[in-house]
């Protein structure tokens, strides 16, 4: 692929369009009152309050885990127990298949 393919069109004709359009584009965000300082600011809020999200999350699924072990872990142990008695007595729990 050469230059002109990959830019899309001659080197000076590209660099002129994207001056022009960078000074549109400036003038308009100026008016709106954005700057760049603004830009970089907005930036690093978005990024901590993503950071903050993420542990936050973190911290959602600890305590949805601590809930459901609250009932999933003795239910557990229950059928395990019982589980374990019923081969203690002798009897097949299979349906009587040996």
């Known amino acids: ?5 990959f830019l899309g069109g001659s080197v000076a004709g590209v660099i002129i369009r994207l001056v022009l359009l960078s000074v549109v584009v400036g003038v ?7 700057t760049p300082d603004n830009i970089f ?3 690093n809020v978005l990024l901590q309050r993503i ?7 973190i911290d959602s699924l ?5 809930l459901g072990a609250i009932v999933v872990v003795p239910i557990w142990f229950i059928s395990r127990l019982l589980k374990t008695a019923g081969k203690s007595d002798g009897t097949p729990r299979d349906g009587g298949q040996a």
């Open 28 to 34: 308009i965000l100026s008016a709106l009152g954005i």
């Open 62 to 66: 600890l305590g949805y885990f601590i």
């Open 1 to 5: 692929m050469d230059r002109e393919t």
């Open 41 to 43: 600011e907005r930036i």
């Open 51 to 57: 950071y903050d999200l993420g542990f936050g999350a």
